[in-house]
């Protein structure tokens, strides 16, 4: 009997070993998921840090004010350039805390709006800005007349696209699910979208401005710069509208990366990576207002097949339904 109660204590002793091994472990994972749950968090406070980056380049010494002089334009365009990499800074950050709190899984209602607070900063308040100082002090520097108007139009598209952008942003986070599943497409325009499609007209612009085409005062290639000038508001309204509108969009970085692809896969991006490496801005711009408009020029063709195919199918189905019926004998 003695024996059977030591082997019986043995084997308690042993249980709540074990239990508090158990406990012990339980208690370090967790420890560890909320030390990880922070990155996800630092992440989306640093897309907000570089969104206030991009707000302060654009509205720094920018184009115009320096006067007509070499250095000051190439100081101007820097800033502007400065506030482009800031936003694309933003995007990057916004790309990583999302995929990292669903992978740690611990996504919580308190990081999606704190994400969007910030995504209002970088892809709403930055992009308007930017938009506006480049197209009102680029009209300026050209030397218009009577551009008062004018840039109270540009204002308002940039009004126009903040209200979107914040309006986008809710309705995200009404729509949104943490599963990654329902990660792979949106309805409407994602706001980083629209951020890149001002930033890489931006960028485009100050190309240009860099290029050997272009003289000191701007005397060389003046109507590209008019040109991507007018189109930077043209598409900065569009963006606007197509982020409330209930067009799909593919998720890019979920759509090429997550599960398996074919070869030809990795063939597309290798050749995205070499034409950004031989010219970054106009490889960017394409790529940008392409994605953008691709959403309409898709959901456009998907509904002229369905109405062709429709109209194939009705006299078909007109001439079973006036077939004659059998004739009976009397």
Same mark, same amino acid.
Not at 199 to 222: E, H, K, N
């Given at each position: 009997?003695?024996?059977?109660?030591?082997?019986s204590?043995?084997?308690?002793?042993?249980?709540?070993?074990?239990?508090?091994?158990?406990g012990?472990?339980?208690?370090?994972?967790?420890?560890?998921?909320?030390?990880?749950?922070?990155?996800?968090?630092?992440?989306?406070?640093?897309?907000?840090l570089?969104?206030?980056?991009?707000i302060?380049?654009?509205?720094?010494?920018?184009?115009?004010?320096?006067?007509?002089?070499?250095?000051?334009?190439?100081?101007?365009?820097?800033?502007?350039?400065?506030?482009?990499?800031m936003?694309?800074?933003?995007?990057?950050?916004?790309?990583?805390?999302?995929?990292?709190?669903?992978?740690?899984?611990?996504?919580?209602?308190?990081?999606?709006?704190?994400?969007?607070?910030?995504?209002?900063v970088?892809?709403?308040?930055?992009?308007?800005?930017?938009?506006?100082?480049?197209?009102?002090?680029?009209?300026?520097?050209?030397?218009?007349?009577?551009?008062v108007q004018?840039?109270?139009?540009?204002?308002?598209?940039?009004?126009?696209?903040?209200?979107?952008?914040?309006?986008?942003?809710?309705?995200?986070?009404?729509?949104?699910?943490?599963?990654?599943?329902?990660?792979?497409?949106?309805?409407?325009?994602?706001?980083?979208?629209?951020?890149?499609?001002?930033?890489?007209?931006?960028?485009?612009?100050?190309?240009?401005?860099d290029?050997?085409?272009?003289?000191?005062?701007?005397?060389?290639?003046?109507? #590209?710069? =008019?040109? $991507?000038? &007018?189109? +930077?508001?043209?598409?900065?309204?569009? /963006? *606007?509208?197509?982020?409330?509108?209930?067009?799909?969009?593919?998720?890019?970085?979920?759509h090429?990366?997550?599960?398996?692809?074919p070869?030809?896969?990795?063939?597309? #991006?290798? =050749?995205? $990576?070499? &034409?950004? +490496?031989?010219?970054?801005?106009?490889? /960017? *711009?394409?790529?940008?207002?392409?994605?953008?408009?691709?959403?309409?020029?898709?959901?456009?063709?998907?509904?002229?097949?369905?109405?062709?195919?429709?109209?194939?199918?009705?006299?078909?189905?007109?001439?079973?339904?006036?077939?004659?019926?059998?004739?009976?004998?009397?």
């Amino acid at each position: 009997m003695a024996e059977r109660d030591d082997r019986s204590d043995e084997g308690r002793d042993l249980v709540e070993t074990d239990e508090v091994k158990l406990g012990w472990r339980q208690g370090a994972r967790r420890r560890i998921l909320q030390g990880t749950a922070v990155l996800p968090s630092l992440l989306t406070i640093l897309n907000g840090l570089a969104g206030l980056g991009a707000i302060h380049y654009a509205t720094k010494t920018a184009l115009g004010e320096l006067g007509p002089n070499a250095e000051g334009i190439s100081t101007a365009v820097n800033n502007l350039r400065m506030s482009v990499w800031m936003i694309v800074a933003a995007l990057i950050f916004d790309m990583l805390d999302g995929r990292l709190a669903r992978m740690t899984r611990r996504t919580s209602d308190f990081g999606g709006q704190l994400d969007s607070l910030c995504d209002a900063v970088s892809f709403g308040v930055a992009p308007a800005i930017l938009m506006t100082r480049t197209v009102v002090l680029t009209i300026r520097q050209l030397g218009f007349g009577s551009h008062v108007q004018i840039e109270r139009v540009v204002w308002s598209i940039g009004a126009v696209y903040l209200a979107c952008t914040v309006m986008r942003l809710a309705r995200f986070n009404v729509e949104n699910e943490p599963d990654e599943s329902a990660h792979m497409d949106f309805h409407g325009l994602p706001s980083p979208g629209a951020a890149g499609v001002v930033a890489s007209l931006v960028l485009l612009f100050t190309r240009i401005v860099d290029s050997p085409l272009v003289g000191p005062a701007w005397q060389d290639a003046t109507w #590209l710069l =008019i040109a $991507v000038s &007018a189109a +930077l508001p043209i598409m900065t309204l569009l /963006a *606007a509208l197509l982020m409330v509108s209930n067009i799909q969009y593919t998720h890019l970085v979920n759509h090429w990366v997550h599960g398996r692809r074919p070869v030809s896969y990795i063939l597309k #991006l290798v =050749i995205l $990576v070499l &034409a950004m +490496l031989y010219d970054l801005a106009i490889t /960017a *711009a394409v790529f940008a207002n392409v994605y953008a408009l691709s959403g309409p020029t898709i959901t456009a063709w998907i509904r002229f097949r369905s109405r062709g195919r429709r109209d194939i199918l009705e006299p078909a189905d007109g001439d079973q339904d006036q077939t004659p019926e059998p004739k009976t004998e009397p």
